[in-house]
Structure formats: C-alpha cells, structure tokens
C-alpha cells in the first residue's frame, strides 16, 4: 500500500507559484485560471545551509535597495486612500502608547498561561488573553522527564554523528536536524497533536466551504536549538517570519487580502484569527533558504530545558494585532523633523514619536523598513521607533521541560541576546499547522524528505541525515504514533466520513488523500 502510495505521491507536487518579482493587475486577474490550465512546476531542493540564511542580521549580507518597482507599489497601496491612511496612523501611534504602557507594567505576566490538562476546559480569561496577546504558555503538555531525554537523545544523536551542521560552526547549537528520533516522536506525541488542535481552534473562517480543517494538525519538520550558557551568537533580534515584502505585494499576502482593512487605514477591523483569506497568499515568493511556504497558524516551541528570562530564551511583543498594523502602514510614513542626536539612541521621546511629527513621504520610496526578499521581517528601534521594542518586548515566563510556547504567525519576537543563565536553553521548534491543500502538497513532499533523511523542502538542502546513524523509519513511527499522528506525519488517510466535518472540512480530507496518494 505504501509503495502504491508513494508512486502517486511523487507526481502530486501541486503547488503553484507565481513568476518571482512584480506581477501586474491583468496577470493577477489570470491568477485563477492559470492555476487550473498550467503544469505544476517541481519544487527543487535549496542549496545547503544553517538558520543564519534566514536572517539579514545573521549571514552578514549586504542589504541591497530594493527595486524601484516596491515605489511603484507603496504608490499603488496608498492610492486615493490618505486622508484615511493618515487618520489611522494617527490612532494607532496613540493606541501603541496605551498598549505600551500597560505591557511594561506586567511584563512577562502579561503573557498568559494554561496546565494542559486544563484545555478542555479553559478559563474564558485565558482564552480573551490568548486572543487579545496571540502568545500563550501551555504548561506538562509532555511529562518532564520524556521531555529531558529527548535533549540527551538528540545530544547522543549528533556524537553518533559528528559531521551534523549547526550554527554557529565554532559552537554548534542550532542544529540541521529534522529527523533525529526525538523529535519525530515529539512531533507524534498524542498530548503535543491535542495541544496544537486546541490552538488551531482559536482561528475560524467566514467561509463554512473553505478548504481547511483546523482539526486536524499536520506535522511540519523544523530545527532544535540547544544553546550553552554565556552564548552570544545566536542573537536573533525582533523580526517576524512567514515572508516580508510578501506582506505588500499583490501576490504574495495580497492573494487573500489578508491586510486589506490595515493598508485601507481600517486596521481595527483587521481579524488576525480568520483563515480562509490566508489560503490563497504566498508567503515565500523569493523561495529563501529558510523561508516557510506552509500555512503556520501558531509557530511554537516545545521545551527541552528548565529556563527562565535572561537565559538564552525567547522574547514576544503582546502589542499583536497593533504592532503588525504598525509594520505594515511604517513604509508610507517619514518624521517631519528627524530626531536630534541625543533622541537618535533611543528614538523614543513625546516629541520625536507625537502624531503631528509625522506625515507621509514626501516622495514614495522603494523602502520597507527591515523587509528583504528571501529573509524573514526584521525590526529594530531605529526603524520602527513607535513600537518601543525596549519596553514591548517581553521575556515568556520561566518554563519547565515539556511546556509548549506558541505565538500566533503575525507576532514579532526575538531571542536573549545573551545567554546568562547556568545551565542549557533548549528547545525543539514545533508549530501548530492546519490541513489545507497547500499544506497537504508541502506534506507531501516532506514525507518523501522523511523517508531518504534529507531536510525538510521549506529549509536549506543537501543530503542532511540521509547516512545518519540511528535516523528513525517508517516502522519505528508506527511502534508509537496513534492514527492522529500517523496522519499528521502523511502516512494515514484521512476519514472523509468523521462525523461533524463541515463541507469544507470534507472536501479538504478528499482533497489531501488524492494529494497524499490515497486515492
């Protein structure tokens, strides 16, 4: 059955991608039938590297101007719309400032927090928090001492073998690794695939026949980090992934049109948890090294450790839905008077970021601050001064081995720049992604990843864990994956005849068996 399976399998590499670069209004118009008369191109794999191709910050590129067509575009976004781009902008500076305010007051207890054997029954308080912070701590989602040794398994993984890449090179600890035995398990784990379905949940779609079922999570393969006290190399500053011009362009999140309300100066309209708009945007037209091409509705991480702020851990910026509007309206604004010298370490005094200090470019420029083709969206002070990162970005709470962090896609965060604690920062990246068709046909070519022991297809090629001692196979995941799991890991058929699936939800399950080789 599998081999059948396979075979199909390899001739089911759908996913359409538009030409790279700018598409114009008759070409986006031709989007819809383009997708059913044109063959679908075959991904190839990237060429080899480590986490640091994700990041301007990190490879030490050169940040080259972007094209003047990105011009023609902030022209085209702002259109007949600026009196009510400027009116909007002017709210949410002042919205920003509340927000800010209160966040540095709660700091880390602003993030909220729920024990797993809880969510079936969640507190209404958690839930609002959840929702109104999009970055939440689930506590025991895997028992303490399985969640340890998945470290010390994968630590005796990498001595088995020793030519494993990792970043930095002079002292790995972020590893190329995607298949080591303990995070296939992690990933299979039943209480980890409830957790992710809970999360899932808190997203809907105006669209009861939109394909996308958020009951059921598809694993997607990623990285671990398992970082030495005193470590200051992996210093990942605010950024956001899932793209970056993408964000603006008509064909990358303006497919669905996910930040129409934001760019029409509506943003207290903009609904960060509805998912059908999202099913058509393309989040990695540039196809970087470490650019994510599935639909991630939480990305997360599943704690190997015992970690507290300060000790190599991660950073959110519970402003949520305001600080994504701010990154996307930044681009048509400029200062009316720059900050003086002493304002320009900090970019943060009443008068340098008061609403009457700013109005629109003078002339649209081809610039997006802190977004580059083929790299995740970075922030900093300079660029983005409103969002007051010193004070908005906040540690998560001291976590425990087995608790899981999430945070929703559209959350800025960062990494301790130090490590100063005494004992190992660990953690698996593990996010909560939904079935959808685009996903199904990413999974697809994963589970073939799986099977040779190469990378993932969203992350940097090579041949990976392919002559890895030790790699787990198909057989060994069926020893302790359930049917949930089996089916996260593509190597189950859906159940087209589940009770309760909305006709979406069923048109989605018929959809991901022919795409995954079941029927």
Same mark, same amino acid.
């Given at each position: ?45 990237? @060429? ?83 929702? @109104? ?21 994968? /630590? ?67 990285? $671990? ?85 300060? /000790? ?43 609403? /009457? ?9 081809? $610039? ?25 970005m906040v540690h998560v709470p001291k976590v425990e081995p087995g608790d899981y962090v999430v945070w929703h896609c559209d959350t800025i965060h960062a990494v301790d720049k130090v490590h100063n604690g005494k004992l190992d920062s660990s953690v698996m990246y593990i996010p909560a ?43 060994? $995941? ?37 795409? $995954?080789?079941?029927?």
């Amino acid at each position: 059955m599998m081999q059948k399976t396979l075979s199909k399998c390899s001739i089911s590499l759908r996913n359409v991608r538009p030409p790279r670069g700018g598409l114009n209004t008759p070409t986006l118009r031709c989007i819809a039938t383009q997708a059913e008369q044109t063959p679908k191109p075959v991904h190839l794999p990237k @060429k080899e590297g480590d986490i640091s191709s994700v990041f301007v910050s990190l490879s030490s590129g050169e940040v080259q101007p972007l094209p003047h067509r990105f011009a023609d575009l902030k022209s085209h976004l702002l259109g007949g719309n600026a009196d009510q781009l400027k009116q909007s902008w002017d709210r949410l500076l002042k919205a920003l400032r509340r927000e800010i305010k209160e966040i540095a007051e709660l700091g880390s207890n602003v993030i909220p927090e729920i024990d797993y054997r809880n969510i079936k029954n969640a507190p209404q308080s958690f839930e609002t928090a959840l929702r @109104k912070r999009g970055v939440a701590v689930i506590r025991g989602v895997i028992p303490r001492d399985e969640a340890r040794r998945y470290k010390e398994e994968v /630590e005796d993984y990498v001595k088995l073998n020793p030519w494993t890449k990792a970043f930095p090179q002079n002292d790995p600890q972020v590893f190329e690794l995607y298949w080591s035995p303990s995070q296939v398990r992690a990933r299979a784990q039943p209480n980890l695939i409830e957790a992710q379905r809970y999360l899932l949940s808190f997203w809907h779609s105006n669209d009861p026949e939109a394909m996308i079922s958020s009951v059921h999570p598809l694993s997607y393969a990623d990285r $671990l980090r398992i970082r030495h006290p005193g470590d200051a190399g992996f210093a990942l500053g605010p950024h956001i992934d899932g793209g970056s011009v993408e964000r603006w362009e008509p064909n990358g999140y303006g497919r669905g049109k996910v930040y129409e309300k934001i760019l029409q100066g509506r943003w207290e309209e903009y609904d960060p948890w509805e998912s059908s708009c999202r099913l058509a945007a393309v989040s990695d037209l540039y196809e970087g090294a470490g650019a994510c091409s599935m639909f991630r509705m939480f990305q997360g991480w599943l704690s190997m450790s015992t970690t507290a702020p300060n /000790e190599g851990t991660l950073l959110v910026n519970p402003l949520f839905s305001l600080s994504i509007s701010y990154v996307l309206l930044r681009p048509f604004f400029a200062p009316r008077s720059p900050p003086t010298q002493s304002e320009s370490a900090v970019s943060s005094t009443d008068s340098f970021l008061s609403p /009457e200090n700013w109005t629109f470019e003078s002339q649209p420029s081809s $610039l997006f601050q802190g977004a580059h083709p083929g790299h995740s969206q970075e922030l900093n002070a300079a660029l983005h001064p409103h969002l007051e990162l010193a004070k908005s970005m906040v540690h998560v709470p001291k976590v425990e081995p087995g608790d899981y962090v999430v945070w929703h896609c559209d959350t800025i965060h960062a990494v301790d720049k130090v490590h100063n604690g005494k004992l190992d920062s660990s953690v698996m990246y593990i996010p909560a992604c939904p079935l959808t068709e685009s996903n199904a046909e990413y999974l697809s070519r994963q589970r073939d990843n799986f099977l040779r022991g190469t990378p993932a297809p969203d992350f940097p090629g090579g041949k990976g864990e392919s002559e890895h001692t030790g790699r787990p196979s198909v057989d060994e $995941l069926k020893k302790y994956a359930d049917a949930a799991g089996l089916r996260a890991f593509g190597f189950k058929e859906f159940d087209v005849a589940e009770p309760g699936l909305a006709v979406g939800q069923k048109k989605m399950l018929h959809r991901a068996n022919g795409i $995954l080789g079941f029927e």
